[in-house]
């Protein structure tokens, strides 16, 4: 007999892309579906397509399912109830409908019959199994209850249903689980002939089912409890999930406790602390918040192992109150003077903000006017030091520059030095090419014209002023970043969107006989940012991949949830191959910084096309395997990463679009 996981979610969803009725949705950084009403029969596929070698059910089995449960309002009247219908958001539409009392996670159902001849149904605090018996005339439906199973408090929830004969076992996030033995038993042959499976309904639009569909797994055999109930993070208990619904786990810091070799009869439960009775005698209980490992005596929890002291990589470390919400951040350090963060604001007054590393924190130092500023760059030529500001807006006399500010060392303070007329500024960049200075502004967009001139300045020695050398078209560009490699010069810009589309081509110039020339496009998705870094003596770019929307063809599931990319550079081939893809979520940012020997990268994640709250995430170099998510740290609308160092140690601080908080983070080694 085959006892492979049979994945009947996946079934459901073709290779080319998803079925109509179903969109992918993220939540608590965990990707599932939703099902529309519409269509339940799209939502359906032969049973015959599991069952190859034979039209029967399997005997036992477990039914593994991943599920977040839309929470009904404890109170809506029925006036209520027809209006909130109505709204503007896509989760709005489904309170009417989340209030039906049943609904169906999925039913294998015989062709030109109403009866469920296997299903699962969920109403408020209750699990229904039901399945038909057809020894006798007719057959006749029976129904396995589960009470007090609440799934409604916005979690994900992992459940395990273990069928064999007359037992039937449910496990709710792998904690004790709730054994029933019924009179009835499960079919030791149920045909399957003709029969379909639907996903989250019953054939009918009626009762379908409204929460997020992660995982529904048929495993034929054995109780699949102990095989799911090994995952650290309950979320992550999974036999087999959709590849669209796949993200980076979730990688626990340490989870050799749980390799700890267990008898197949002992069950370690996950979770808060479950009753220890007689019941549960011998039973063990991991307290993953403690990382601790427990022994139920039949009256108390006896600790097994030395609770460990939570090594944590990076720690908050200082909530930074800022003027407004915050583009971009630049941390710079001013010789003999100390340590900056100069944050771009959004509203004017009193527009951007200098802090100074006082005291291990950064403490208000300087406030400068500023148009919705996006980002700031420090830079020096020669003895003198310069801080340029990219404004987005116009000022109140409806005169649009950006700016570049210089540091007074009577005064010590920026003050104003030379204005530049930008348009919808994003960026500024300054590099040495040769001995002379320059730099390269990106203008975003002017009016609703996204493909204007950037413009890249030179430092005439004999002025003082930066004077235009060169101009480049860009398509809603984001995001200039120079780079040398060996005597070679390199200006890549980030162009994010052409008036139609964001899937445009960003481009990268190389320096040649006293300009940029083209030397290698390559295609992005509403670039916001590249970031070039070496590992050793390897040279890499890598992309932050915003937004996938192009007006000519069919909207994606998500514009958000796309892969942002990492190229190397071949000295071979001369160009940028690409190296590797990481999913982000409207990712704004790349950071890359090392600690010791190892190299890191963060990326801003900002979207995910539900929620500005989105994990962001450290990735670890691991040689061969690339980039490995190492951390994955909670940001609202992530704009902006910096990483910096101080005589105490490593930082990072990040900037959020969405709120007017930024945070330094400490990087805690060992
Ligand atoms: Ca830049
Ligand atoms: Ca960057
Ligand atoms: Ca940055």
Redesign the pocket.
Same mark, same amino acid.
């Given at each position: 007999t085959d006892l492979r996981p049979l994945d009947i979610l996946s079934e459901v969803v073709p290779a080319s892309g998803l079925a109509r009725g179903m969109r992918v949705f993220q939540v608590q950084g965990v990707r599932g579906f939703q099902l529309a009403a519409s269509r339940p029969r799209a939502l359906g596929f032969p049973a015959s397509r599991l069952f190859i070698h034979c039209d029967c059910f399997p005997e036992e089995f477990s039914i593994i399912v991943t599920l977040r449960v839309l929470s009904v309002p404890a109170k809506v009247s029925t006036a209520g109830r027809a209006r909130c219908g109505q709204g503007p958001s896509p989760m709005a539409g489904l309170s009417a409908r989340a209030l039906q009392r049943n609904e169906y996670i999925f039913t294998l159902m015989a062709e030109e019959s109403p009866s469920v001849l296997v299903g699962l149904r969920y109403a408020p605090d209750k699990l229904h199994f039901l399945f038909w018996s057809q020894e006798q005339a007719g057959g006749w439906q029976t129904r396995v209850t589960f009470h007090n199973i609440s799934l409604s408090n916005n979690q994900w929830h992992t459940l395990v249903l273990a069928v064999s004969g007359q037992s039937f076992s449910l496990t709710v996030d792998c904690s004790i689980p709730k054994d029933m033995v019924v009179e009835t038993p499960f079919p030791a042959s149920l045909s399957v002939k003709r029969a379909s499976f639907y996903l989250g309904n019953r054939r009918r639009r009626k009762g379908v089912f409204t929460g997020l569909l992660r995982q529904l797994v048929l495993l034929p055999g054995a109780d699949a409890t102990p095989r799911i109930c090994t995952a650290m993070n309950l979320k992550e208990a999974m036999l087999s999930v959709p590849t669209v619904l796949q993200d980076v786990p979730t990688k626990p810091a340490s989870n050799e406790v749980l390799k700890y070799p267990y008898e197949t009869d002992t069950k370690v439960t996950l979770g808060s602390p479950p009753p220890c009775t007689k019941q549960e005698k011998a039973q063990f209980w991991f307290d993953a918040s403690q990382r601790g490992l427990y022994l139920c005596n039949g009256s108390a929890w006896i600790s097994m192992l030395e609770v460990k002291q939570r090594l944590d990589y990076v720690e908050e470390y200082q909530n930074l109150v800022t003027n407004s919400e915050t583009m971009g951040v630049e941390v710079f350090s001013i010789p003999k003077v100390g340590l900056f963060a100069a944050t771009a604001n959004r509203y004017t007054p009193p527009g951007s903000a200098i802090y100074k590393w006082t005291d291990g924190k950064f403490v208000p130092y300087q406030n400068i006017p500023t148009y919705q500023a996006q980002?700031w760059?420090y830079f020096t030529i020669g003895k003198k030091i310069f801080l340029a500001v990219a404004n987005f807006e116009q000022n109140d006399r409806g005169q649009e520059f950006s700016v570049v500010y210089k540091w007074s060392r009577r005064k010590e303070k920026f003050v104003m030095y030379q204005r530049i007329p930008t348009h919808s500024a994003r &960026? #500024?960049?300054a590099f040495v090419i040769e001995g002379e200075a320059f730099l390269a502004v990106?203008n975003h967009r002017e009016g609703n014209n996204h493909n204007i001139d950037s413009v890249i300045y030179r430092w005439n020695p004999r002025t003082g002023l930066f004077e235009t050398n060169q101009t480049i078209p860009t398509s809603g560009a984001y995001?200039?970043?120079?780079f040398t490699i060996g005597p070679y010069s390199f200006l890549a810009v980030?162009n994010t969107f052409n008036g139609t589309s964001t899937k445009i081509y960003s481009h990268i110039y190389i320096w040649l006989s006293g300009s940029f020339q083209l030397f290698q496009s390559i295609l992005t998705f509403g670039a916001a &940012? #590249?970031e070039v870094f070496h590992i050793g003596d390897r040279v890499f770019l890598a992309v932050a991949n915003s937004h996938s929307y192009d007006s000519g063809t069919a909207a994606p599931s998500n514009f958000y949830a796309i892969n942002s990319s990492i190229y190397e550079l071949n000295i071979t081939a001369q160009m940028f191959v690409k190296f590797q893809d990481l999913l982000t979520y409207s990712a704004l940012d790349w950071e890359f910084f090392s600690v010791g020997d190892d190299s890191f990268l963060v990326v801003a994640n900002s979207f995910d096309g539900f929620t500005f709250s989105v994990n962001s995430i450290i990735y670890r170099w691991q040689g061969y395997e690339g980039f490995v998510a190492a951390h994955h740290l909670p940001t609202v609308g992530c704009r902006d990463w910096e990483a910096f160092h101080t005589a105490e140690g490593s930082y990072l601080l990040y900037s959020s679009a969405k709120e007017p908080l930024s945070k330094v983070l400490k990087l805690k080694t060992t």
């Open positions: 980002s760059k &960026d #500024w960049e990106v995001d200039w970043e120079f980030a &940012d #590249w």
